[in-house]
C-alpha cells in the first residue's frame, strides 16, 4: 500500500493546525474523506440534481438512477440479497430507531426480554431501554470479561425461551472487540429471537457478510466509512421488513392515498419518507467505490498491523492503561485509554497543541465507562490513511502530557 | 498560545492538591453539576454566618480545569458576603467569556485566564460558578 499517494487523496490531511501537521487519529468518531466523495456530490448539483423517484424529465431519470445504483452498492458492500433489503436512513442511529419503532413496537410484550451487551453505544442501548420501558419488557446485559472480549457464557445463560430480541454491537466504539455476531445470532435464532447487529463501526473496517452472519438487522452510518454525513443503511431482512408497520410518513412511502385509506409502496422505499438524502446516498457509492478498490481485506490487514505497532508502542507511555484486548488479532483500530494523574480532556488539549486529534469523554458509552470505574477516557482511532509515524507523534505527545502533569504517584 | 500557559503550574498544584475538598457537616445549602457532553462532576456544600458565606467545601471529579476552578474559588469566596461572592463570579465569568474584568477582585483565579483561548474548556471552567449560583439560590 502507498499510504503517501493515498493521503493525497484526502485534501484535508495536508492541512496544518496550530503549525504541526494534522495526525487524524477520530476515525471512529467520522472519517475524512476522499475528493472521490466530494466531487461526486459536486458533480450532482453542477450537473444532474433533481429530485428523485417523481420527475419525467432526463435529469430526475439520472438523479433517481444515481440514488438506486447507490442502494445497490449498499447491497453489494454487505452482501445483502436484494436491494429491497437497503433501507437509506440519516445515520446508524436512525436505523437502529426504526428497528424499535416498528418491528420492536409491534412484537416486544411485557416479560419478554430483550439482551444486549455492555459495549452497546447509547444509540443501540437508548432505544431497546425506552422500549422495554413502554413495554414492561425485561433488559439483559451481557458483561464484558476482564480481557474486554464478550462473556459468552453469560449470554448462553441469559438466553431463554422468554428472549425476543438480541441487539449486539459488532465492534465496540471503546475497546475496538470484534464481537463473534454469527455465534450469537446462530444462539438467538435457536430461541426464535431477532438479531439487530450495530455495525457502525464494523463495516467500515472490515468484509461484512449479511448472509453469512445470517442476523435480521444490521445497522451502518456513511461518515464513518468515508461517506458525507446524514447518509446510512438498515439492512433487514425481507420478510422482517414486509411484516413491519412504516416508520415515518408522507411521500414516497405510499402508492396510493386517498381520504380514506392509504397503501404503503413496495420495499424498501415503504420506509423512505419524504424527499430522501440522495446527495449523501450519492456520495456513500463513491465512497464505497473507493474502499471496493482498495479491498477490505487490504485495508482490514494494514489497520490490523497499524494497531499492533500503537498497542506496542503506546504501552511505552508511563502511567497508560489501555481498556479492551491488549492484542490487535482480537480487535479493530480502535485504542482506548487513560494516563494516571492526566485527566483525558487534559490530554486532548495537550495533543491537539501537537495537531493531533483524538476524542476524549465517555464516548457515548456511558454504561461501559461506569463499568470500567471511570467517567472518560482518552481514545486514539485509526483508518487505513494513518502511518506508524503518526503513531510515534502520539506516542510522543503523550509522554508529553505526562511531563507537564509531572510524575504524580 | 502555549500549553504552559493554560496549564500553569498553580492550576496543576490545585488540580493535584485541591482545597476544600471534602463535604461538610449540615450545610446550609448544596448543589452539584456535570457537563454531559464530557463528563466532569462538581458537587459544593456551603454554610453561611448572616451574610458570610463561612466555609464551602466541594466534591467531584474531572478535568485538571474543571477541579482546579473548584478549589480556586471556593478558596476565593470563603469568608466573603453573599454580595461580595457574587461579585467575584461575575467577573469570573466575565474573563471566560472574553470581556474586561477586574484582575484584583479575581485574585489567583486570574491563572484560569487563558481557558477562554480554548473554547471546548470553557465549560470545564465554568462548571463550578454555576453549580455555585445554583446553591447561592438556596439562601432565603
Not at chain 1, 429471537?193 to 461484512?208: E, L
Not at chain 2, 459544593?44 to 477541579?67: P, W
Request: proline residues 3%; hydrophobic residues 40%; glycine residues 8%.
Amino acid at each position: 500500500m502507498d499510504i503517501e499517494r493515498i493521503r493525497k487523496d484526502f485534501p484535508v490531511l495536508s492541512r496544518i493546525i496550530r503549525d504541526k501537521k494534522l495526525v487524524y487519529l477520530d476515525n471512529a468518531a467520522t472519517t475524512q474523506k476522499p475528493s472521490v466523495v466530494i466531487d461526486a456530490i459536486a458533480d450532482l448539483y453542477k450537473n444532474y440534481n433533481a429530485n428523485v423517484h417523481r420527475g419525467v424529465y432526463l435529469l430526475a431519470e439520472e438523479s433517481t438512477q444515481a440514488y438506486e445504483d447507490s442502494r445497490d452498492a449498499v447491497r453489494r458492500f454487505i452482501n445483502a440479497n436484494s436491494t429491497k433489503e437497503i433501507v437509506f436512513t440519516r445515520n446508524a442511529t436512525e436505523a437502529l430507531n426504526l428497528i424499535a419503532y416498528t418491528w420492536g413496537e409491534a412484537n416486544i410484550h411485557a416479560g419478554d426480554e430483550i439482551i444486549v451487551s455492555i459495549m452497546e453505544h447509547h444509540s443501540n442501548y437508548v432505544p431497546w431501554f425506552r422500549l422495554a420501558h413502554r413495554k414492561g419488557a425485561v433488559i439483559k446485559i451481557v458483561p464484558s470479561r476482564t480481557d474486554g472480549e464478550l462473556d459468552m457464557d453469560a449470554f448462553k445463560s441469559m438466553l431463554s425461551d422468554k428472549t425476543k430480541l438480541v441487539g449486539i454491537v459488532h465492534m465496540s466504539n471503546v475497546f475496538g472487540t470484534i464481537n463473534p455476531v454469527k455465534e450469537i445470532t446462530a444462539l438467538a435464532h435457536k430461541k426464535g429471537a431477532a438479531v439487530v447487529v450495530d455495525g457502525a463501526q464494523s463495516a467500515p473496517h472490515m468484509k461484512i457478510d449479511v448472509r453469512d452472519i445470517d442476523c435480521d438487522f444490521f445497522a451502518v452510518s456513511g461518515h464513518k466509512m468515508l461517506g458525507p454525513t446524514g447518509i446510512g443503511a438498515l439492512y433487514a431482512k425481507e420478510s422482517y421488513l414486509e411484516s413491519m408497520e412504516p416508520f415515518l410518513s408522507g411521500g414516497e412511502m405510499i402508492l396510493k392515498v386517498t381520504l380514506d385509506s392509504v397503501v404503503y409502496n413496495e420495499l424498501p422505499w415503504k420506509f423512505e419518507a419524504g424527499t430522501p438524502n440522495y446527495e449523501g446516498a450519492i456520495g456513500l457509492k463513491a465512497a464505497i467505490g473507493y474502499l471496493e478498490k482498495m479491498g477490505m481485506d487490504t485495508i482490514e490487514s494494514y489497520e490490523r498491523e497499524l494497531t499492533s505497532y500503537a498497542l506496542e508502542k503506546m504501552k511505552t507511555v508511563p502511567g497508560i492503561f489501555i481498556y479492551g484486548p491488549q492484542r490487535a488479532e482480537k480487535k479493530g483500530g480502535i485504542i482506548a485509554f487513560n494516563i494516571k494523574g492526566v485527566h483525558s480532556h487534559d490530554i486532548g488539549t495537550i495533543l491537539d497543541s501537537e495537531g493531533i486529534a483524538i476524542r476524549a469523554g465517555h464516548h457515548c458509552a456511558q454504561p461501559l465507562m461506569i463499568d470500567c470505574g471511570v467517567s472518560a477516557m482518552a481514545r486514539a482511532s485509526f483508518y487505513f490513511y494513518n502511518t506508524k509515524q503518526e503513531i510515534d507523534s502520539l506516542v510522543a505527545a503523550l509522554k508529553k502530557s505526562k511531563e507537564i502533569f509531572g510524575h504524580v504517584a | 498560545m502555549s500549553l504552559e500557559e493554560l496549564f500553569k503550574e498553580i492550576i496543576i498544584e490545585h488540580y493535584q492538591h485541591p482545597k476544600n475538598q471534602g463535604h461538610l457537616e449540615h450545610p446550609d445549602a448544596k448543589s452539584d453539576g456535570s457537563n454531559p457532553l464530557c463528563g466532569d462532576e462538581i458537587a459544593m456544600e456551603l454554610i453561611f454566618d448572616g451574610n458570610v458565606v463561612s466555609n464551602v467545601m466541594f466534591t467531584g471529579n474531572g478535568c485538571s480545569i474543571s477541579q482546579s476552578a473548584a478549589s480556586l474559588i471556593t478558596e476565593a469566596i470563603k469568608g466573603k458576603t453573599i454580595e461580595e461572592t457574587r461579585t467575584i463570579m461575575n467577573e469570573y465569568k466575565n474573563m471566560l467569556a472574553g470581556r474586561d474584568y477586574n484582575a484584583d477582585i479575581l485574585g489567583d483565579l486570574e491563572a484560569l485566564s487563558d481557558v477562554k483561548r480554548y473554547p471546548a474548556r470553557v465549560k470545564c471552567a465554568s462548571l463550578s460558578v454555576a453549580v455555585l449560583d445554583q446553591a447561592l439560590q438556596q439562601k432565603k
